[in-house]
């Protein structure tokens, strides 16, 4: 079994950064990709960015492309997601996932096996 724990997300002011942390722990054997996403209020959950295995493919939802930056650190089983210039219009519950099937990268939610509980961002104008 899997257990992914996103870090406390938090309000912050528009135009200032973030950066969301996802720690995996159980049975993982390291080449696994990762995903985040997110679900605004009112709105479908949405593919923002994923990293393959080795960290060397990345690959980013259109709108996210610029302000958006995901990593990891494989010896400490996380991965990271890095928001900058952040905006109202970023105010969702992200969430970060698991594909242990594939070690490329996927923007399908079907694709991921284990997900965080989410942790919710608010961004203030």
Do not use: H
Not at 78 to 91: A, F
Request: some cysteine; glycine content about 12%.
């Amino acid at each position: 079994q899997v257990q992914l724990v996103e870090s406390e997300g938090g309000l912050v002011q528009a135009g200032g950064s973030m950066r969301l942390s996802c720690a995996a722990s159980g049975s993982t054997s390291g080449t696994y990709a990762m995903g985040w996403f997110r679900r605004a209020p009112g709105k479908e959950r949405e593919f923002v960015a994923a990293i393959s295995w080795n960290g060397l493919n990345t690959d980013y939802a259109d709108s996210m492309k610029g302000r958006f930056a995901i990593s990891r650190d494989n010896g400490k089983n996380t991965v990271y997601l890095q928001i900058y210039m952040l905006k109202p219009e970023d105010t969702a519950i992200y969430y970060c996932a698991m594909d242990l099937k594939s070690w490329g990268v996927s923007t399908r939610p079907s694709s991921y096996d284990y997900w965080g509980q989410g942790t919710q961002v608010t961004v203030s104008s």
